[in-house]
T-cell receptor
Framework: DVKVTQSSRYLVKRTGEKVFLECVQD?????MFWYRQDPGLGLRLIYF???????EKGDIPEGYSVSREKKERFSLILESASTNQTSMYLC??????????FGDGTRLSIL | AQSVTQLGSHVSVSEGALVLLRCNYS??????LFWYVQYPNQGLQLLLK??????LVKGINGFEAEFKKSETSFHLTKPSAHMSDAAEYFC?????????????FGTGTQLKVEL
């Protein structure tokens, strides 16, 4: 089975902090994705990556950056956390047109 | 740009009753379509996918969906609801861009199953 592992299930940070969310997949997928999930809004794509060191903006990239130094790892960075970034963050990986596989999510609270 | 509309943010059914969750999409090319389920405090699990083969797609846990091009719909059904089906369901359409597929999700439908 594909395993997508997110480093934290719950995280509490303060406004202005730099926050790192880590995601690792074990299936050698070339594609990796970061979404945020908010009630009534579904999942919205923040950033995605098709290869190591490659990244593309999704629908809501403002306030975020990403890093993909190794194929299996995709990090989401909140440069200066704000309260409106309190949300559930989901990482996914996939290959070609095959379905994406999701991690269990990180529930991030910014105080 | 592609989009997905899920009618009804909350659906309530009785145990044993038919489940029908609606999904309409817009796409400029033949779409790849997916249904995912999310149980509380978990990530998304794939229920089923449509990839231009048979229009009636069977998935896990007794769910199925029918692709209707003329109606741009991909509604999810299950003949008899079970308490364990209570969860949030997301429809998604795939857009091929760059080296892979980018998913656009609907806003989700919360399914409640009552005794």
């Amino acid at each position: 089975d594909v395993k997508v592992t997110q480093s934290s299930r719950y995280l509490v940070k303060r406004t202005g902090e730099k926050v790192f969310l880590e995601c690792v997949q074990d299936m050698d997928h070339e594609n990796m994705f970061w979404y945020r999930q908010d009630p009534g809004l579904g999942l919205r794509l923040i950033y995605f990556s098709y290869d190591v060191k490659m990244k593309e903006k999704g629908d809501i990239p403002e306030g975020y950056s990403v890093s993909r130094e190794k194929k299996e790892r995709f990090s989401l960075i909140l440069e200066s956390a704000s309260t409106n970034q309190t949300s559930m963050y989901l990482c996914a990986s996939g290959s070609g047109n095959q379905p994406q596989h999701f991690g269990d999510g990180t529930r991030l609270s910014i105080l | 740009a592609q989009s997905v509309t899920q009618l009804g943010s909350h659906v309530s059914v009785s145990e044993g009753a038919l489940v029908l969750l609606r999904c309409n999409y817009s796409s400029s090319v033949p779409p790849y379509l997916f249904w995912y389920v999310q149980y509380p405090n978990q990530g998304l699990q794939l229920l089923l996918k449509y990839t231009s083969a048979a229009t009636l797609v069977k998935g896990i846990n007794g769910f199925e969906a029918e692709f209707k091009k003329s109606e741009t719909s991909f509604h999810l059904t299950k003949p008899s609801a079970h308490m364990s089906d209570a969860a949030e369901y997301f429809c998604a359409v795939s857009e091929v861009t760059g080296g892979g597929n980018k998913l656009t999700f609907g806003t989700g439908t919360q399914l409640k199953v009552e005794l």
